[in-house]
């Protein structure tokens, strides 16, 4: 089975500060994804990756940036962490064979920044 | 752009009765795929069931089953005899076959089975 791990299930930061959210898979997929997920608007995309040293921008990457210097690890940064940003984080990652596989999620990062 | 629309933000039932989630989704591109994601309390998003745009047949899981209407743009997801443990948020969500794999999910449906 897959498994997608994210570091923390629960964070509290300050305003300010910068934050990294590490998610790790062991599967070897080329595909990794960083969605930020708030009631009443779903998960929306922020980066995601197809390869070492890949990535593209999401839907709302305004505040973000990512690594991907492994194949299995993709890191979320909050380069100077806002109230906005607290949310539930969700990693997932998707073999590159084709997009009528499913997403494999981590079980998520609540960040709340105070 | 792709958008996906769940208009129903929280549903309840009795255990054992069957509920219908509604998803509807725009799109000019004829193929793709759709999807219902399942989060429990535990967290975890969990696939519940696919549906691939060339197929007519609607797919089935054991107690799920969506109906895929192309032309109305629409896949709902019926649950049947529903369970105490059915009891969760439900995404809809749609990718393209082509191009960058990007899922685009709606805003969720919370659904609680009541014992």
């Known amino acids: 089975d897959v498994k997608v791990t994210q570091s923390s299930r629960y964070l509290v930061k300050r305003t300010g500060e910068k934050v990294f959210l590490e998610c790790v898979q062991d599967?070897?997929?080329?595909?990794m994804f960083w969605y930020r997920q708030d009631p009443g608007l779903g998960l929306r995309l922020i980066y995601f990756?197809?390869?070492?040293?890949?990535?593209e921008k999401g839907d709302i990457p305004e505040g973000y940036s990512v690594s991907r210097e492994k194949k299995e690890r993709f890191s979320l940064i909050l380069e100077s962490a806002s109230t906005n940003q607290t949310s539930m984080y969700l990693c997932?990652?998707?073999?590159?064979?084709?997009?009528?596989?499913?997403?494999?999620f981590g079980d998520g990062t609540r960040l709340s920044i105070l | 752009a792709q958008t996906v629309t769940q208009s129903q933000p929280e549903m309840s039932v009795q255990e054992a009765e069957t509920v219908t989630l509604s998803c509807t989704y725009d799109?000019?591109?004829?193929?793709?795929?759709l999807f219902w994601y399942k989060q429990p309390p535990s967290r975890q998003m969990i696939l519940v069931i696919r549906?691939?745009?060339?197929?007519?047949q609607n797919a089935t899981e054991n107690r799920f089953s969506v109906n895929f209407q192309k032309a109305a743009k629409s896949f709902s997801l019926k649950i049947s005899d529903s369970q105490l443990g059915d009891t969760a948020m439900y995404f809809c969500?749609?990718?393209?076959?082509?191009?960058?794999?990007?899922?685009?999910f709606g805003q969720g449906t919370r659904l609680t089975i009541n014992p």
């Open positions: 997932a990652s998707l073999p590159s064979t084709g997009s009528n596989q499913p997403q494999h």
């Open positions: 599967m070897d997929h080329e595909n």
């Open positions: 990756s197809y390869d070492v040293k890949m990535k």
């Open positions: 799109t000019s591109e004829n193929n793709y795929y």
């Open positions: 549906q691939e745009a060339y197929k007519q």
């Open positions: 969500a749609f990718v393209l076959i082509q191009g960058a794999q990007k899922l685009v």
